[in-house]
């Protein structure tokens, strides 16, 4: 069976240009085996994706963290003589079930990447991840639109060099990593460009932690949220902000649970009182979520939902006793009780973090399955 798919102490700081974004230069190797092998592929029919929702930054790790949640969409991609899409759940009321739809057009740039043409196809949507939210909507949508165009065109989505190809495809569409690289590798990831070439590599997630999310009801754009950002930044402000991205990656490594309320602290894009404070008040949700236990919280993504790390002692799994939730809903009782007052709409959720990117099963025209289940994890999506 084959499976697819300068010091801080003088009173006038120089200042730090943020980078402007930059695309990647995509490359697609093929080796003569991998053409060969992939030459005798039974072509793939229909093909369901199944796509974490993500959060990024985790505060001070601004488009460079991120990590995947077990918050699912589904997404169904099948050959047809016309098309035809359906979306059901979130967003079904507001996203474009047309051939503007993201999942489309990302099929089309896969399948083209291929040098083929894509057909008729029928596709239909079940969403569980809030759009315009902070939850890596629109990565969920980049990635199961891509991998479905891939696995479409006969590649084997088991090797690490698809797998680079399908984060090179979807960061540069995205102009960043923070939420590609979880949804397709699961757990933690951190991302960057260099030379051309997106690289993410993957940090330990301790056993026993909860995620509580307040997902207010109100949308935020992204585009509008960066828009919102200096062009420019103190030296203070880059160094508070390294400082304490290295002490999140090492709470995470090495389970430690209490520093991350420092560690998550923010001057890049959660800045107070400027940046995006007067779009989302954030900060009450936050102080709250901390005086109630959580270990760290933070603005995901680009907003607006809040989400706070609470549960666990780093040995247990959340659904060996009762304490890990117990501590969750607390914090969430915190977090509404905040809405309520500050007449904020929204919903809380708990979740995890999932250690598993997305996953794929594929169908022959007769309804065999060609393939099924996650492909193979790697720590680097990097080739030599």
Known sequence: MVALLPSAKSSRLPSMMLAPRTRSKTTFMLSRIQRIQESFFQPCDRVVL??????????????????ALDVWNRVIVQRADTF??????????????????????MTQRAMETLGQEMPPLR???????????GMG???AALVAGLAA????????????????????????????????????????????????????QR????????????????????????????????????IFNISRAAMLVNCFATAQFNPLRYAMEDRLHQQEPSYRSHMFPFTPFIKVALEAGAHGAFLSGA????????????IANPGSDTMSQFLAESVSDAMLEVARKE?????????????????????????SILWSGAAETRDFAMTI
């Open 50 to 67: 199944n796509v974490p929702a993500t959060t990024a930054n985790l505060g001070p790790g601004f488009d460079s963290f991120g990590f």
């Open 123 to 133: 596709i239909e949507c079940q969403n569980a991840v809030p759009p315009t939210r």
């Open 203 to 238: 940090v330990s997630i301790p056993d026993g932690l909860q995620c509580v999310l307040f997902i207010p009801d109100g949308e935020m754009s992204t585009s509008e949220a960066r828009a919102v950002l200096p062009k420019q930044l103190p030296y203070q402000d880059a």
């Open 84 to 105: 035809s899409m359906s979306i059901s759940g979130e967003g079904a009321d507001r996203l474009r079930a047309d051939k503007d739809n993201m999942v489309v057009r």
């Open 137 to 139: 909507s629109s990565s």
């Open 303 to 314: 907003g607006p939902t809040i989400l706070a790390i609470a549960g666990g002692v780093g």
């Open 343 to 367: 007449g904020i709409p929204g919903t809380v959720h708990i979740a995890t973090p999932t250690a598993v990117g997305f996953t794929s099963t594929g169908y022959a025209a007769d309804g």
């Open 149 to 200: 165009g891939l696995a479409l065109g006969g590649k084997d989505m088991s090797t690490p060099a698809t797998k680079k190809l399908l984060l090179q495809l979807a960061a540069e569409e995205e102009g960043h990593a923070d939420n590609v690289a979880p949804a397709i590798y699961g757990g933690f990831q951190i991302s960057f460009l260099s030379n051309g070439q997106w690289i993410t």
